[in-house]
């Protein structure tokens, strides 16, 4: 009897123990839950609870283990100044501890993750030089415009003059007709 009243005395420690970790909100358990398990499964506040309080202790589980594991090749590499946790520091952690599927889930997001933007950036470029295009076609029009007003313009001229010049010519003809005239008389 001494060893079962240790062993509760021991869950009660660890349970006390575990409400001082920081836990995840409730919105966030349930709306991850449901995204697991599905829409029309309801799941009680007890498992949500117990849910919480596993994945909250496996996050300061992988914390622990990356920090470790940066701090040994820290050492080994006789660095002074503090490393970044990266994502790969996550993933080969999550493999060290036997967390396979997960890691390579992770692998597999990260790289659609750099499918996705790589793709991204293609549209973009190609978006950038539809509008570069387009706008060099509009310079275009806009350049072919302008001539066509200046030759417009230098044609209106030149039919001014012509017709300035004409004007010229029938008062030069018209003067000359009149001393012709005036001489004949």
């Given at each position: ?68 594991m940066k701090e040994d090749n820290r050492k080994k590499k ?108």
């Amino acid at each position: 009897m001494d060893e079962e009243l240790l062993d509760n005395l021991q869950a009660e420690e660890d349970d006390n123990e575990i409400q001082n970790f920081p836990l995840f909100q409730q919105k966030q358990i349930g709306e991850f839950v449901k995204k697991i398990l599905g829409d029309n499964i309801n799941t009680q506040k007890a498992f949500r609870d117990k849910f919480n309080r596993c994945l909250s202790l496996f996050v300061f589980y992988m914390s622990h283990m990356v920090t470790v594991m940066k701090e040994d090749n820290r050492k080994k590499k006789h660095e002074k100044k503090k490393v970044q946790v990266t994502k790969e520091d996550i993933i080969n952690t999550l493999k060290l501890i036997d967390f396979q599927e997960i890691a390579e889930t992770l692998e597999n997001l990260q790289l659609l993750q750099f499918q996705e933007k790589q793709i991204q950036q293609e549209n973009q470029l190609e978006q950038e030089l539809e509008v570069n295009e387009m706008r060099e076609i509009q310079n275009f029009k806009n350049m072919n415009d302008e001539l066509k007003v200046e030759e417009n313009n230098d044609n209106d001229e030149q039919i001014q003059d012509n017709q300035d010049q004409l004007v010229e010519e029938i008062d030069d003809e018209d003067i000359e007709n009149g001393q012709l005239n005036e001489n004949e008389q």
